[in-house]
């Protein structure tokens, strides 16, 4: 079937035919006519169950905080090399080797200098913990979980990927369990294993602070001989309970953990 379409008539405005020029008459238009698709779907309320439940009450009480950010760009070029030399020898023993490990460790090695690993906040008291036990948000099967390397401090950079490797593989089976979920001190979230580069990470009560890692890019940059280098670059990004934490602190703690990065080498002097 057709719809016919006429053309309008001529407006009530418009001249005389006698004072206008000879037009064709307009054909008549023909458009098909289209069944409508009927649509059957119905919305469906889902109650929250288990991690996804209890990520609402963190979150909400999250966004109490009154979180600072920061951001920074750290030239990842010498780490990449090391970790190219070191993954092979670690594979040889059985591990996986990413870049977390190193992430981790440096965070440790200055990070509590400035109060931003072990401090948590209950209330009106500021805990400072002994522990060091860093967090890492994991894309899991069972969704976002955040289960932490315990007593950083202890551990070396090998260590710590040990740890990484079990955790992941837990996570992967939905078999991460309360104790790896429970007594972080500080969170390392690396967004950036996924894709982008900044992030707004959300602090996670009672910890003070938590770092968001963007994907390590290969970018141009200068040298200090004003040359034009592939660099690999990764952005950071922070975020400070400003209650407990300020602007100033946070920065001598990321400049810390940047050179660290930079400079990979230099950590040998200063790691335990
Ligand atoms: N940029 C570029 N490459 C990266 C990268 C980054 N930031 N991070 C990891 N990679 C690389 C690794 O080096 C590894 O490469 P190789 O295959 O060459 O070794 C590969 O990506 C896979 O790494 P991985 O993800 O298995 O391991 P990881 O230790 O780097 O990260 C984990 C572990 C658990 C942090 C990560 O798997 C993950 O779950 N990330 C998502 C975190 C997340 O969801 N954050 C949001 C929280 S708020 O909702």
Redesign the pocket.
Known sequence: PFHEIQPPPPAASAPSSASMPKMKPTPSVQLPVVSRPVFTGKDITEPLKGFHKAMVKTMTAALKIPHFGYKDEVDLTRLVQLRKEL?GLSEARGV?L???PFFIKLIRLKGCLFGLLGDVLICLLLLHQASHNIG????TSQG?LVPNVKNVQLLSVFEIAVE?NRM?TL?ATGQLGTADLTGGTFTL??????GGTYAK?VILPPEVAIGA????QVLPRFNSRDEVVKAHV?NVSWSADHRIIDGATMARFSNLWRDYLENPASMVLDLK
Do not use: E, T
Request: aromatic share 4%; charged share 15%; glycine share 12%.
């Open positions: 993954k996986k990413s870049y977390m890492l948000a994991m894309d976002l990484l992941q996570g979230s690396n967004i950036g294993s996924i990470p890692l963007g994907k390590i990764m």
